[in-house]
């Protein structure tokens, strides 16, 4: 059971480029969600999607793109990137009954560490 | 504006004392906190909840603590052991929109031997 698996770890980009950080889980979860986390700021959601085929914006949805096609992938794109773009990024999973009691338990990926020249 | 706080960037413990974690709100329309601990090259993990209807949940050597007169939560941990020394997140979601989990900055938090 491998839970929620990002790639890559680790991926330097010069301004202007255009990369996908990929996410995976594997326990049937119906939530996805990716955020962001930056010094002195914690952990800020960038975008989410509660199934296949939905998606909806986060705190800080400018500059990235996501797609829903099947339950499994909810992968993050970011189109142009820009310096401001350098942070750790994680997705994170949670099964739909937790999320509508409150209790959203999220599961996390290990991290992606994107360095944007 | 971050609508949940954790003010103390860092705490050192002793090994077998007391550790207490502290984070702040401002949104009063928040009705469900929860505590994630992150290690490094890791992602955070759960450690504990607790809903806005109680004051108190324990779990082991963890326990929260809500206040929402003054809008606090703060997490204990008794005793401290050196596999705590971990990144220690609060966050915050609002009943009908829980899909949107509001987190602090983090407080580092290392245990002592």
């Known amino acids: 059971n491998a839970g929620v698996t990002q790639t890559p770890k680790f991926q330097v980009l010069k301004t202007g480029q255009s990369m996908t950080l990929q996410c995976a889980q594997d326990?049937?979860?119906?939530?996805m969600s990716w955020y962001r986390q930056d010094p002195g700021m914690g952990l800020r959601l960038i975008h989410y999607s509660v199934g296949a085929g939905i998606t909806d914006q986060g705190e800080v949805p400018n500059g990235y793109n996501v797609s829903r096609s099947t339950t499994e992938d909810f992968p993050l794109r970011l189109l142009s990137a820009a310096p401001s773009q350098t942070s750790v990024y994680f997705c994170?999973?949670?099964?739909?009954?937790?999320?509508?009691?409150?209790?959203?338990?999220?599961?996390f990926g290990a991290g992606s560490r994107l360095t944007v020249l | 504006d971050q609508q949940v706080k954790q003010n103390s960037p860092s705490l050192s413990v002793q090994e077998g004392r007391i550790s207490i974690l502290n984070c702040d709100y401002t949104?009063?329309?928040?009705?469900?906190f929860l505590w994630y601990k992150k290690y490094p090259a890791e992602g955070p993990t759960f450690l504990i909840s607790?809903?806005?209807?109680?004051d108190k949940n324990e779990d082991g050597r963890f326990t929260v603590f809500l206040n929402k007169s003054a809008k606090h939560l703060s997490l204990h941990i008794v005793p401290s052991q050196p596999g705590d020394s971990a990144v220690y997140f609060c966050?915050?979601?609002?009943?009908?929109?829980?899909?949107?989990?509001?987190f602090g900055a983090g407080t580092t938090v290392t245990v002592r031997a």
């Open positions: 949104n009063s329309m928040f009705d469900y």
């Open positions: 326990m049937n979860h119906e939530y």
């Open positions: 607790i809903s806005s209807i109680k």
């Open positions: 994170a999973s949670s099964p739909h009954e937790g999320v509508i009691s409150g209790a959203n338990v999220l599961t």
């Open positions: 966050a915050a979601s609002v009943y009908g929109n829980d899909y949107k989990l509001s």
